[in-house]
């Protein structure tokens, strides 16, 4: 992956939500960042995800949600905003001990939860796990139909040319779809002009 509501998510000193397993929900810390970059970039060498530096990670650290059990972080998830409407869930990553426990989709609830409440309507996510999202309410959609992400992040992307992941949105407020093929700033990309992926096969690994 590269990425339902439940209660907001408590940051700071505050109290954090636990469940009957013992598993805490919290904003990142610095003190993450190895942990992070090892569950992240661990499902990168399978290709599975985008692998993620260090500097981009604390770069974006409060992007970022944990799980953690004690002292140990589980698994990870960020929000990356591309518009006043619309952000992506990325870097959902859970250590492979706790795949099927939902812990990952404990941190997507608390992600979808952030985008509510600053007022984004659109959640999108590229994934090879569709049902995982399914369940949380994502829905199927084109990838070609997301300029915004390509025009940010995909030109960097090593899949560039054979783009094999399924996306998917959930929708957060009624008429929300009208906002998901909003084209980018019309100011110069300063890599040149936007030139969209190259779409392949879906790939699903897990349904």
């Known amino acids: 992956m590269r990425n339902h509501p439940g209660h ?8 954090h939500r636990e469940s009957a397993a013992g598993i805490v929900i919290r904003q990142a810390q610095l003190a993450d960042v190895p942990a992070m970059l090892r569950l992240v ?6 290709e599975l995800m985008l692998p993620r530096t260090e500097v981009e990670i604390c770069e974006r650290i409060r992007d970022f949600v944990v799980a953690m059990d004690e002292n140990e972080v589980v698994a990870c ?3 990356q905003f591309y518009s006043p409407h619309m952000a992506e869930l990325r870097s959902l990553a859970v250590s ?12 997507a609830r608390e992600i979808l939860d952030q985008a509510r ?14 049902l995982f999202f399914a369940k949380l309410g994502f829905q199927n959609i084109q990838r070609e139909e997301l300029p915004l992400k390509a025009w940010r992040d ?5 899949k560039f040319n054979a783009c094999d992941e399924v996306a998917m949105a959930c929708y ?36």
């Open 96 to 107: 492979p001990g706790r795949a099927h426990g939902g812990v990952g989709q404990r941190i």
């Open 154 to 158: 995909c030109l960097r992307c090593p």
């Open 172 to 207: 957060l407020t009624p008429d929300a779809e009208k906002h998901i093929s909003k084209q980018p700033p019309s100011e110069a990309f300063a890599e040149g002009p936007l030139v969209m992926p190259t779409v392949g096969k879906p790939r699903v690994i897990d349904q």
């Open 117 to 130: 409440e600053v007022g984004v309507e659109v959640v999108f996510a590229f994934t090879y796990v569709p």
């Open 8 to 15: 907001a998510l408590e940051t700071g000193d505050g109290p």
């Open 77 to 79: 998830g960020a929000i």
């Open 41 to 46: 970039n661990g499902y990168a060498d399978q």
